[in-house]
């Protein structure tokens, strides 16, 4: 259950979903990718003497890592814990007149029981981890080489690399972006709530829709090129 996200047991710790903090859930890990796919091809010939020119491309299209759906908070709130994170996952109601729940005046039903029902959420449960999942991401990146003499019979290498091939085309192309996660990576908070001491059930206060939470990834969105030269002796 140690998802490797500090250098402290502590922090380790409290980076984990759960539905109950002493006895840890099994589930998906922070970094499993279900689905990955990579195709590479290359071009070579030798169009100069016997110099070659090279083409390769690099195509990698792959899922994004699984999330957990948790309730908002951390130990400020009824639910939650002394650790101080937003980990403790998700009650999703039977309906809107599930006696375990009170929805309060902010609490939009109708969005929250299409969003459940979306992402395959078990109605009238406490949520299993890594039901949800980041969002997949393409790259295309290209590579141009082209062989030259070089001193005593070797050869040098001139290169230009280009990531994010997409990018480059076009602005709108080749843009990645992520659910903000908050508190911890593995865990998304959706729904803001407390608990009535009076009749032990919960109170909903509001609804976070995780797409809403969706955050650019700016360094990662934009193309690169990058030129060297490479000599083998």
């Known amino acids: 259950a140690n998802p490797g996200t500090s250098f402290t047991a502590a922090e380790n710790f409290r980076a984990v979903a759960a539905t ?3 006895n840890l859930d099994v589930g998906p890990s922070l970094r499993n990718t279900p689905h990955n796919f990579v195709l590479s091809t290359t071009f070579s010939k030798a169009i100069w003497g016997d110099n070659r020119t090279s083409i390769t491309a690099f195509y990698q299209r792959r899922a994004g890592a699984p999330l957990s759906a948790v309730f908002l908070g ?7 814990d002394t650790g101080g994170r937003a980990r403790n996952m998700v009650y999703v109601p039977t309906d809107a007149a599930d006696p375990l ?3 309060g005046p902010g609490f939009d039903t109708n ?7 979306k992402n395959g959420l078990k109605r009238g449960a ?5 039901q949800l999942d980041q969002n997949w991401s393409t790259d295309l990146d290209l590579r141009f080489q082209q062989e030259i003499p070089f001193f005593g019979g070797a050869k040098a290498k001139l290169y230009v690399d280009i ?6 085309l076009s602005s709108s192309w080749g843009t990645k972006s992520y659910i903000n996660t908050q508190d911890i990576g593995s865990a998304v908070g959706v729904v803001d709530a407390n608990i009535d001491a009076g ?5 909903y206060n509001s609804f976070t829709n995780p797409n809403s939470l ?8 934009l193309y690169r090129v990058q030129i060297g030269i490479r000599a083998d002796f």
């Open 101 to 103: 729940v009170n929805f």
């Open 111 to 117: 969005a929250f029981f299409a969003w459940a029902d």
């Open 214 to 221: 969706q955050t650019p990834d700016a360094w990662d969105s």
């Open 74 to 80: 951390g130990y400020a709130s009824d639910i939650g």
């Open 126 to 130: 406490i949520q299993r981890k890594g």
């Open 163 to 168: 990531e994010n091939v997409l990018n480059a």
């Open 199 to 203: 009749t032990n059930t919960y109170n």
């Open 20 to 22: 109950d903090i002493v």
